[in-house]
């Protein structure tokens, strides 16, 4: 057989895989809150594996071994500013936000939660929150179907096109019809053929680069301030930001929807410690195998003859020069499990939105079986709205997935931190931060660097602004409210139930 067939094979058996678990999901699937959140029965592992993968997407496989490749490791603060990141976010918010949406009158999304923890009867803030989720999580997805489509044109040296679409349709034939639950269980198996194979590529690559020991003489070869976490420069103004800026990804994490919303679809809160322990140790793994990626390429391709035209592609084409192809046909399908996994847990939180947050807002009283019919044609229209903007695309996979990233962390971040943590937050304060945290987040990006003269992530100002306006209009609009009192004292009695009970 040919080097492709074998390729092809491989990616055949995985895109059977992923849609025999969308049946199974399906089947298993028999009302709207199944649909939307498997009724809150995920088990510690498929929490974590399900976060991490939905979490990670293309930019783990493509996007960041591409900036560790182009710049060295002082891109490696993106690493480790999102392991930090993470591991607070299952610390502290993972077991509170699981206790406290089911006190607040069983929240099964974001918005949702966002009404009833602040007994927000104008629905404004819930309307706007889910308006937030479809905007840009429209981006997000049309992100994901630029690397499916980027994918397919170095694998194959296929069309642009049909890569994207093939992406697109097996993706959506196991979320459309499997829901959350297929969305989290094809998760878990992706989430672990991604850790495999950013193990796998990169020790094959310093095996044919000759040992650690030539693999790092190749980078300084090349430039030695690629093994500096800061840069040739040493720690200059401009290294600082870009170390800020960098790691400053994990402020983002407070505030994904899809990645959140699998802490509140967990057993209970004891397993909360346990996914936790599980999600970070996949993370760690994941990361260092996606950052050696990167940088024992440099040195790879000083020594091979192949030039490698896009950077991005690092791990894709070290995998085809090193591995036998049934093997890179994998390594093919674990880009896609990057890409995929990412895509249909986002589809599912738009899913939920629309129906939840919007649509049940202003509509009436509607059967769960429309309901379920509902969410999956907005899974559908949100894919295709992201497929025709994927079309024509104008940044590299990072930078899309950068903008998405900072504009969840920025408007629901600060929203979720103070909704567990603080008793005195207001709805007009959260409504006031979240609007003012998304609006900051486009001005930056449009002119943040020529007004203030500083390269610096937007999420940094955003996050800042939402916390400071959600603060100061809170001050001025709280009224003590003894129901809220008794909810916010019932979830931390939960807590500690829970992990005393776990203990």
């Known amino acids: 057989m040919s080097d492709q067939t074998y390729e092809v094979a491989a990616l055949v058996i995985y895109f059977a895989a992923m849609i025999g678990i969308g049946y199974y999901a399906y089947r298993q ?27 990670m997407s293309g930019w783990l496989m493509m996007g960041l071994p591409g900036a560790i490749y182009v710049a060295g490791l002082v891109e490696a603060w993106i690493a480790i500013g999102l392991t930090v ?3 607070l976010n299952w610390r502290f918010v993972a077991p509170r936000l699981r206790s406290y949406t089911e006190v607040a009158r069983n929240s099964i999304t974001i918005p949702s939660f966002f009404e009833n923890r602040l007994h927000d009867s104008s629905r404004a803030l819930r309307v706007a929150s889910g308006a937030i989720i479809l905007v840009f999580f429209t981006f997000y997805v049309s992100s994901m179907l630029v690397a499916g489509g980027q ?5 194959f040296n296929g069309p642009y096109l049909l890569g994207m679409i093939l992406v697109a349709v097996v993706t959506l034939s196991y979320t459309l019809f499997g829901g959350f639950l297929g969305a989290s269980l094809t998760d878990v198996v992706q989430g672990v053929m991604m850790m495999l194979a950013l193990l796998v590529v990169p020790v094959a690559a310093i095996f044919a680069v000759g040992g650690l020991g030539e693999t790092a003489a190749g980078i300084r070869e090349v430039d030695p301030a690629r ?55 996949w993370m760690v793994v994941s990361l260092l195998g996606a950052v050696a990626c990167g940088l024992i390429g440099i040195a790879f391709f000083l020594r091979t003859p192949s030039p490698l035209d896009d950077p991005e592609l690092v791990v894709l084409a070290m995998s085809q020069l090193l591995l036998h192809p049934l093997v890179v046909g994998f390594v093919f399908a674990a880009v896609l499990a990057a890409i995929m996994s990412t895509v249909s847990s986002q589809l599912i939180v738009s899913s939920s939105a629309f129906v939840e947050d919007l649509y049940k807002v202003f509509g009436r009283d509607t059967s769960p079986r429309t309901l379920m019919l509902l969410g999956r044609l907005c899974v559908l229209g949100v894919a295709l709205i992201g497929g025709v903007l994927a079309l024509n695309p104008s940044d590299t996979i990072l930078d899309l997935v950068a903008f998405a990233w900072a504009g969840f962390g920025a408007s629901f971040g600060p929203a979720v931190l103070l909704c567990l943590f603080w008793r005195k937050l207001t709805n007009w304060g959260a409504l006031a931060g979240m609007v003012a945290g998304a609006v900051t987040v486009f001005a930056w990006d449009a002119y943040g660097e020529a007004v203030s003269g500083v390269d610096l992530y937007e999420i940094v100002p955003a996050f800042a602004v939402n916390l400071v306006v959600a603060a100061v209009v809170s001050r001025m609009t709280y009224v003590p409210n003894a129901e809220i009192e008794r909810e916010f004292d019932a979830a931390i009695e939960g807590l500690q139930e829970k992990r005393v009970a776990a203990s």
Request: no cysteine.
């Open 151 to 155: 994918f397919f044109e170095l694998a």
């Open 29 to 55: 699937t028999s009302d709207h809150e199944g649909y939307m959140l498997a009724g809150r029965q995920l088990p510690p592992w498929t929490a974590a594996l399900s976060a991490g993968a939905s979490d």
């Open 85 to 87: 990141g993470a591991y």
């Open 227 to 281: 093994l500096s976490l800061v840069g040739g420069a040493g720690l200059t103004a401009t290294a600082a930001i870009g170390i800020i800026s960098a790691a400053a990804w994990g402020l983002g994490y407070f505030g994904q929807p899809h990645v959140i919303v699998r802490f509140m679809a967990m057993r209970d809160v004891a397993s909360a410690g346990p996914a936790r322990r599980i999600g970070i140790s």
